[in-house]
């Protein structure tokens, strides 16, 4: 099959798979021209054997329509000042992802857990459709991340997993979220070049045409890795570990990751790893920031140099 018919057969099979999807939950075409896109970017980017993940990871999610800017409709709902909102939306701008979780009882009595997911996509004509899109995606793969082995155990302690990240639900705290975010930004950015690949054929559909044409229209998305990023961005970038890596945030048989690190690196290493790029994200002490950002860029080196020697 020529590039030109995989393409058209992608993007047509998208199209009719968010049609599906909005007749079963009962929701508006409102959002369809960029929800049919991000099926698309992401159907081109994981390949045919996600497409069940895919699409329950957007049968799942509730996508509702903000007719004003993001930010002020958390500042309502949450009842947070303007510099939070705008730091909460900053790096999907345009969107939020909202996660509730219900524990029950199965018939079964056995104990379990069931997750609504919500993302808020602004469409007051503010946010350019590419932005829109790019900040849809990388909503739409947090979902897609955790649909799997949603509920974890993390040293007795049950946690909801987004990706390699923890929600503890007793403590409420948040394990690894700053590293699933930079991960989940540079799978965001393939899959938005994945789209802007589409136009190198020509497109049949031409409202898809034009769909597509528009998103191409504005400058596209400049990245700026941020410390935790030019930390990640080697390790992301060995296609190895990259296949592992997206693979077990899939499946959430987390302790792939964590062998594969330490195949070539020591015992407990990707826990010192994923420690040290906690600190970078979070102090204020540059000192420890400085020390902690060295030592992960070494686990880090250390894997790679033994990767291509073997290589």
Same mark, same amino acid.
């Given at each position: 099959m020529s590039m030109h018919d995989v393409v058209n057969e992608r993007l047509n099979y998208s199209k009719e798979m968010i049609k599906q999807i909005n007749h079963i939950n009962g929701t508006s075409s409102e959002l369809s021209d960029v929800?049919?896109?991000?099926?698309?970017? #992401?159907?081109?980017?994981?390949?045919q054997e996600a497409l069940n993940e895919i699409y329950v990871a957007f049968l799942k999610t509730k996508f509702v329509?903000? /007719?004003?800017?993001?930010?002020?409709?958390? #500042?309502?709902?949450?009842?947070?000042?303007?510099?939070?909102?705008?730091?909460?939306?900053?790096?999907?701008?345009?969107?939020?992802?909202?996660?509730?979780?219900?524990?029950?009882?199965?018939?079964?009595?056995?104990?379990?857990?069931?997750?609504d997911r919500c993302v808020y996509v602004q469409n007051d004509g503010s946010v350019d459709k590419a932005t829109l899109l790019r900040s849809v995606i990388h909503q739409v793969n947090h979902v897609l991340n955790s649909i799997n082995n949603s509920v974890v155990n993390v040293q007795g302690r049950l946690a909801a997993r987004m990706g390699i990240s923890l929600d503890v639900f007793v403590s409420r705290e948040n394990i690894h979220i700053k590293a699933?975010?930079?991960?989940?930004?540079?799978?965001? =950015?393939?899959?938005?070049?994945e789209i802007y690949e589409f136009l190198l054929?020509?497109?049949?559909?031409?409202?898809?045409?034009?769909?597509?044409?528009?998103?191409?229209?504005?400058?596209?998305?400049?990245?700026?890795? =941020?410390?935790?990023?030019?930390?990640?961005?080697?390790?992301?970038? =060995? =296609?190895?570990?990259? /296949?592992?890596?997206?693979?077990?945030?899939?499946?959430?048989?987390? /302790?792939?990751?964590?062998?594969?690190?330490?195949?070539?690196?020591?015992?407990?290493?990707?826990?010192?790893?994923?420690?040290?790029?906690?600190?970078?994200?979070?102090?204020?002490?540059?000192?420890?920031?400085?020390?902690?950002?060295?030592?992960?860029?070494?686990?880090?080196k250390k894997y790679l140099d033994v990767t291509d020697e073997d290589n």
């Open positions: 929800l049919e896109l991000a099926f698309a970017g #992401m159907l081109a980017h994981y390949g329509v903000c /007719n004003e800017p993001i930010e002020e409709f958390l #500042m309502k709902k949450y009842k947070i000042s303007k510099n939070a909102a705008s730091d909460v939306v900053s790096h999907a701008p345009g969107t939020f992802y909202e996660v509730t979780g219900h524990e029950y009882i199965d018939k079964n009595h056995r104990r379990k857990y069931k997750f699933e975010e930079a991960i989940n930004a540079m799978q965001s =950015d393939e899959i938005m070049n054929v020509d497109i049949d559909n031409e409202d898809i045409k034009r769909n597509l044409d528009e998103v191409s229209s504005y400058p596209k998305y400049e990245v700026v890795d =941020d410390s935790i990023t030019e930390i990640l961005r080697p390790l992301y970038e =060995d =296609d190895f570990f990259k /296949n592992i890596l997206v693979d077990r945030r899939i499946s959430g048989r987390l /302790n792939g990751i964590r062998a594969e690190f330490e195949s070539y690196t020591d015992i407990g290493s990707y826990a010192t790893f994923l420690t040290a790029c906690g600190v970078v994200a979070s102090t204020k002490d540059e000192e420890e920031k400085a020390k902690c950002m060295e030592t992960a860029k070494q686990l880090v």
